[in-house]
Protein backbone atom coordinates (compact mmCIF):
# COMPACT_ATOMS: atom_id res chain seq x y z
CA UNK A 1 0.00 0.00 0.00
CA UNK A 2 1.57 3.28 -0.97
CA UNK A 3 1.24 5.76 1.43
CA UNK A 4 2.36 8.10 4.51
CA UNK A 5 2.96 6.61 8.12
CA UNK A 6 3.85 8.51 11.28
CA UNK A 7 4.42 6.92 14.45
CA UNK A 8 3.60 7.01 17.34
CA UNK A 9 0.36 7.90 17.65
CA UNK A 10 0.71 9.31 20.66
CA UNK A 11 3.84 10.24 22.65
CA UNK A 12 4.54 11.64 26.23
CA UNK A 13 7.00 14.08 26.88
CA UNK A 14 9.15 15.04 29.92
CA UNK A 15 10.32 18.17 30.77
CA UNK A 16 13.96 18.20 29.51
CA UNK A 17 13.98 15.40 27.25
CA UNK A 18 14.38 14.97 23.35
CA UNK A 19 12.00 13.33 21.74
CA UNK A 20 11.39 11.95 18.01
CA UNK A 21 8.34 11.57 15.74
CA UNK A 22 8.89 9.27 12.84
CA UNK A 23 7.54 10.04 9.15
CA UNK A 24 7.57 7.91 6.41
CA UNK A 25 6.68 7.53 2.93
CA UNK A 26 6.56 5.16 0.10
CA UNK A 27 5.21 7.20 -2.65
CA UNK A 28 8.32 8.02 -4.04
CA UNK A 29 8.04 11.79 -3.62
CA UNK A 30 10.97 14.15 -3.34
CA UNK A 31 9.13 17.01 -0.86
CA UNK A 32 8.38 15.98 2.65
CA UNK A 33 7.09 18.56 5.30
CA UNK A 34 6.10 19.17 8.86
CA UNK A 35 3.36 20.59 10.36
CA UNK A 36 2.16 21.38 14.03
CA UNK A 37 -1.51 22.01 14.50
CA UNK A 38 -2.96 24.06 17.35
CA UNK A 39 -6.27 24.06 18.16
CA UNK A 40 -8.18 27.43 16.57
CA UNK A 41 -4.75 27.65 14.35
CA UNK A 42 -4.68 25.94 11.50
CA UNK A 43 -1.62 24.28 10.66
CA UNK A 44 2.26 26.08 10.49
CA UNK A 45 4.81 24.52 8.61
CA UNK A 46 7.96 23.83 11.25
CA UNK A 47 10.63 22.35 8.35
CA UNK A 48 10.22 20.97 4.76
CA UNK A 49 12.68 19.60 2.37
CA UNK A 50 12.56 19.03 -1.17
CA UNK A 51 15.38 17.34 -1.83
CA UNK A 52 17.59 14.35 0.26
CA UNK A 53 20.47 15.78 2.56
CA UNK A 54 18.61 19.78 2.68
CA UNK A 55 15.71 21.24 4.45
CA UNK A 56 14.79 24.60 5.26
CA UNK A 57 12.69 26.34 7.87
CA UNK A 58 9.45 26.50 8.09
CA UNK A 59 7.62 29.89 10.34
CA UNK A 60 8.21 28.05 13.62
CA UNK A 61 11.42 26.22 13.36
CA UNK A 62 12.90 27.19 16.83
CA UNK A 63 12.86 24.00 19.16
CA UNK A 64 12.88 21.97 16.39
CA UNK A 65 15.20 20.34 13.93
CA UNK A 66 15.07 17.54 11.18
CA UNK A 67 17.51 15.71 9.06
CA UNK A 68 16.85 14.07 5.62
CA UNK A 69 19.13 11.79 4.93
CA UNK A 70 16.86 9.10 2.65
CA UNK A 71 13.98 10.41 0.58
CA UNK A 72 11.85 8.04 2.25
CA UNK A 73 12.07 9.67 5.71
CA UNK A 74 12.23 12.92 7.26
CA UNK A 75 12.12 12.51 11.02
CA UNK A 76 11.14 15.31 13.42
CA UNK A 77 12.73 15.81 16.76
CA UNK A 78 10.93 18.14 19.51
CA UNK A 79 13.95 19.39 21.78
CA UNK A 80 13.96 20.62 25.44
CA UNK A 81 14.17 23.91 23.90
CA UNK A 82 10.61 23.82 22.67
CA UNK A 83 8.33 25.43 25.64
CA UNK A 84 5.10 24.66 24.50
CA UNK A 85 5.46 21.46 22.67
CA UNK A 86 1.95 19.83 23.23
CA UNK A 87 0.30 19.86 19.36
CA UNK A 88 -1.14 17.68 16.97
CA UNK A 89 1.72 16.90 14.27
CA UNK A 90 1.50 15.97 10.91
CA UNK A 91 3.56 15.12 8.12
CA UNK A 92 2.88 15.34 4.36
CA UNK A 93 4.90 15.16 1.26
CA UNK A 94 4.60 15.67 -2.51
CA UNK A 95 6.08 15.75 -5.50
CA UNK A 96 8.50 18.55 -6.39
CA UNK A 97 7.31 20.84 -8.77
CA UNK A 98 4.41 21.12 -10.93
CA UNK A 99 0.83 21.13 -10.03
CA UNK A 100 1.05 18.18 -7.11
CA UNK A 101 -0.70 18.48 -4.21
CA UNK A 102 0.62 17.20 -0.82
CA UNK A 103 -0.82 14.40 1.44
CA UNK A 104 -1.05 13.83 4.65
CA UNK A 105 -0.17 11.37 7.12
CA UNK A 106 -2.27 10.10 10.30
CA UNK A 107 -0.53 12.40 12.62
CA UNK A 108 1.21 12.20 15.98
CA UNK A 109 -0.09 13.78 19.13
CA UNK A 110 2.51 15.11 21.53
CA UNK A 111 1.72 15.53 24.75
CA UNK A 112 3.73 17.13 27.89
CA UNK A 113 4.20 14.94 31.49
CA UNK B 1 4.03 37.62 5.10
CA UNK B 2 1.54 35.19 3.35
CA UNK B 3 -2.28 34.94 5.43
CA UNK B 4 -5.11 32.84 4.74
CA UNK B 5 -8.12 33.80 6.53
CA UNK B 6 -11.55 31.68 6.84
CA UNK B 7 -14.61 32.32 7.48
CA UNK B 8 -16.80 31.74 9.69
CA UNK B 9 -14.70 29.61 11.78
CA UNK B 10 -17.19 27.49 13.05
CA UNK B 11 -20.64 26.69 11.55
CA UNK B 12 -23.35 24.59 12.46
CA UNK B 13 -26.55 23.47 10.45
CA UNK B 14 -29.03 20.83 9.45
CA UNK B 15 -28.77 18.00 7.54
CA UNK B 16 -30.15 18.90 4.15
CA UNK B 17 -29.15 22.71 4.01
CA UNK B 18 -26.52 24.23 1.89
CA UNK B 19 -23.45 26.11 3.20
CA UNK B 20 -20.60 28.34 1.67
CA UNK B 21 -17.31 28.56 3.26
CA UNK B 22 -15.07 30.98 1.91
CA UNK B 23 -11.05 31.58 1.93
CA UNK B 24 -9.35 34.73 1.25
CA UNK B 25 -5.87 35.51 0.79
CA UNK B 26 -2.85 37.60 0.53
CA UNK B 27 0.03 35.76 -1.31
CA UNK B 28 2.84 37.10 -2.98
CA UNK B 29 3.45 35.14 -6.78
CA UNK B 30 0.36 33.18 -6.18
CA UNK B 31 0.13 29.54 -7.64
CA UNK B 32 -3.17 27.31 -6.45
CA UNK B 33 -5.14 27.59 -3.37
CA UNK B 34 -6.15 24.25 -2.24
CA UNK B 35 -8.90 23.14 0.04
CA UNK B 36 -8.69 19.72 2.48
CA UNK B 37 -11.24 17.94 4.49
CA UNK B 38 -10.00 17.05 8.04
CA UNK B 39 -12.53 14.64 9.68
CA UNK B 40 -10.22 12.62 12.79
CA UNK B 41 -6.67 13.19 11.89
CA UNK B 42 -5.07 13.56 8.13
CA UNK B 43 -6.50 16.27 5.97
CA UNK B 44 -7.39 14.63 2.71
CA UNK B 45 -7.36 16.59 -0.37
CA UNK B 46 -10.29 18.01 -2.14
CA UNK B 47 -9.67 20.29 -4.56
CA UNK B 48 -6.68 22.63 -6.42
CA UNK B 49 -7.62 25.54 -8.25
CA UNK B 50 -5.00 27.82 -10.36
CA UNK B 51 -8.03 29.75 -12.79
CA UNK B 52 -10.34 32.30 -12.21
CA UNK B 53 -13.65 31.41 -12.78
CA UNK B 54 -13.32 27.44 -13.41
CA UNK B 55 -15.82 25.76 -10.99
CA UNK B 56 -14.50 22.69 -9.45
CA UNK B 57 -17.19 20.18 -8.86
CA UNK B 58 -17.27 16.80 -6.97
CA UNK B 59 -20.20 15.25 -6.03
CA UNK B 60 -22.32 18.11 -3.79
CA UNK B 61 -19.11 19.48 -3.11
CA UNK B 62 -18.04 22.51 -5.22
CA UNK B 63 -15.45 24.97 -5.32
CA UNK B 64 -14.47 28.26 -7.18
CA UNK B 65 -11.58 30.83 -7.54
CA UNK B 66 -11.61 34.44 -7.72
CA UNK B 67 -7.76 35.57 -8.46
CA UNK B 68 -8.91 39.30 -8.86
CA UNK B 69 -10.74 39.57 -5.36
CA UNK B 70 -8.29 37.36 -3.87
CA UNK B 71 -10.88 34.34 -2.17
CA UNK B 72 -12.06 31.32 -3.18
CA UNK B 73 -15.63 29.36 -1.86
CA UNK B 74 -16.56 26.12 -1.02
CA UNK B 75 -19.50 25.12 -1.49
CA UNK B 76 -21.74 21.84 -0.14
CA UNK B 77 -24.83 21.13 -1.10
CA UNK B 78 -27.68 19.11 0.83
CA UNK B 79 -25.16 18.63 3.83
CA UNK B 80 -24.91 15.20 5.22
CA UNK B 81 -23.55 14.61 8.52
CA UNK B 82 -20.44 12.80 7.14
CA UNK B 83 -19.75 16.20 5.81
CA UNK B 84 -19.22 17.36 9.67
CA UNK B 85 -15.42 18.04 9.70
CA UNK B 86 -12.59 21.26 9.46
CA UNK B 87 -12.15 22.30 6.17
CA UNK B 88 -8.45 23.38 5.32
CA UNK B 89 -7.68 26.39 3.12
CA UNK B 90 -4.06 26.21 1.71
CA UNK B 91 -2.27 28.77 -0.81
CA UNK B 92 1.10 28.34 -2.62
CA UNK B 93 3.58 30.50 -4.37
CA UNK B 94 5.95 30.14 -7.32
CA UNK B 95 9.72 29.66 -6.09
CA UNK B 96 8.88 27.34 -3.19
CA UNK B 97 6.60 24.00 -2.72
CA UNK B 98 5.65 25.65 0.83
CA UNK B 99 1.48 25.57 1.84
CA UNK B 100 0.10 28.63 3.73
CA UNK B 101 -2.61 27.54 5.81
CA UNK B 102 -5.70 29.16 6.98
CA UNK B 103 -7.44 28.68 10.46
CA UNK B 104 -9.96 26.19 9.04
CA UNK B 105 -14.08 26.32 9.41
CA UNK B 106 -15.20 23.56 11.82
CA UNK B 107 -18.36 22.43 9.99
CA UNK B 108 -21.10 20.79 12.27
CA UNK B 109 -24.02 18.92 10.49
CA UNK B 110 -27.22 18.26 12.87
CA UNK B 111 -29.69 15.02 11.93
Known amino acids: DGGITQSPKYLFRKEGQNVTLSCEQN?????MYWYRQDPGQGLRLIYYSQIVNDFQKGDIAEGYSVSREKKESFPLTVTSAQKNPTAFYLC????????????FGPGTRLLVL | EDKVVQSPLSLVVHEGDTVTLNCSYEVTNFRSLLWYKQEKKAPTFLFML????IEKKSGRLSSILDKKELFSILNITATQTGDSAIYLCAVRNFGNEKLTFGTGTRLTIIP
Open chain 1, 92 to 103: ASSYFGGEETQY
Open chain 2, 50 to 53: TSSG
Open chain 1, 27 to 31: LNHDA
